[in-house]
C-alpha cells in the first residue's frame, strides 16, 4: 500500500472510531457532522469523500465493527483443534466455539453490544459475510473455513448460519446486559444446544435429499 493510500485509510479509520466513540457516547441524534470531523482533525469535505451522511457512517461502522468481531473469533478458531470431535459433530463444534468466542466478545465490551446487536439484519449480514464495505475483512473465509468447503451437507447454509447469528444476538443481549432472563452463563447451555438442533435441522442427510435441495 502506498503512502497516499494509507494516508487515506487512516483518515478513514479515524472518522469511523470518533464515529463510534461519539455515536455510542452521545448517541447518533446528539451527534453532528462537524462534530465527528473536529475531534477527527480532518476537514469537513474530506468526511464526504466516503460517506454520504452520519446514517451513512454509521452503517459502514456497524460493518466494520462487526466484521472485526467475525475476525478475532475466527483467529481464536484457528487455534483450536478440533481432530477431538467426531466427523458427523465437528461442524457443530466449530459454530458452536464461534458462537461462545462471540458472546464472550460482547459480554467485555457491551458498549459494542448495544451499538451492533440490533442491527445484524439481512442486509448486514450480506455484507458482512461477502467482506463487502467490510474494510477488506472478507468474513466470507470464515464461513468457508467452518465447512471446508463442504456447503452442500446442508440446505441453504447462508439462511442456517444468518439464523445462527440472529439467534445469539438476540438471545444473549438482554443476559448480558441485565442478567434477564438469566445470566449469559446460565443461559449458554441452552443457545449452544439450539444452535446444534438449527444445523441438525438444515443437514442434508443423503444424496436424494441433495437433489431435492439442489431442484429447488
Request: glycine fraction near 4%; aromatic fraction near 12%.
Amino acid at each position: 500500500m502506498g503512502k497516499v493510500d494509507k494516508n487515506k485509510q487512516q483518515k478513514r479509520t479515524s472518522l469511523l472510531e470518533t464515529a463510534f466513540s461519539l455515536f455510542t457516547s452521545r448517541g447518533i441524534h446528539n451527534t453532528s457532522i462537524s462534530d465527528i470531523v473536529e475531534r477527527a482533525g480532518v476537514a469537513k469535505g474530506t468526511f464526504y469523500l466516503y460517506f454520504k451522511d452520519k446514517y451513512d457512517i454509521r452503517n459502514k461502522l456497524i460493518a466494520h465493527k462487526a466484521s472485526e468481531v467475525f475476525r478475532k473469533a475466527d483467529e481464536a478458531l484457528q487455534k483450536e483443534d478440533f481432530s477431538v470431535f467426531a466427523e458427523s459433530t465437528v461442524y457443530e463444534e466449530k459454530v458452536v466455539f464461534l458462537a461462545d468466542n462471540i458472546i464472550n466478545q460482547f459480554v467485555a465490551d457491551k458498549t459494542l453490544l448495544r451499538f451492533i446487536s440490533k442491527k445484524l439484519d439481512w442486509g448486514m449480514f450480506k455484507n458482512v459475510l461477502t467482506g463487502t464495505g467490510s474494510d477488506g475483512v472478507d468474513c466470507y473465509d470464515i464461513y468457508d473455513a467452518v465447512f471446508q468447503g463442504n456447503h452442500d451437507q446442508y440446505e441453504n447454509p447462508e439462511i442456517m448460519v444468518y439464523m445462527i447469528i440472529e439467534l445469539v444476538s438476540a438471545t444473549c443481549y438482554s443476559a448480558i446486559l441485565v442478567g434477564e432472563p438469566a445470566s449469559i452463563e446460565d443461559l449458554k447451555p441452552y443457545i449452544f444446544r439450539t444452535v446444534r438442533q438449527i444445523m441438525q435441522s438444515h443437514l442434508i442427510k443423503n444424496e436424494q435429499d441433495k437433489e431435492r435441495s439442489n431442484a429447488e
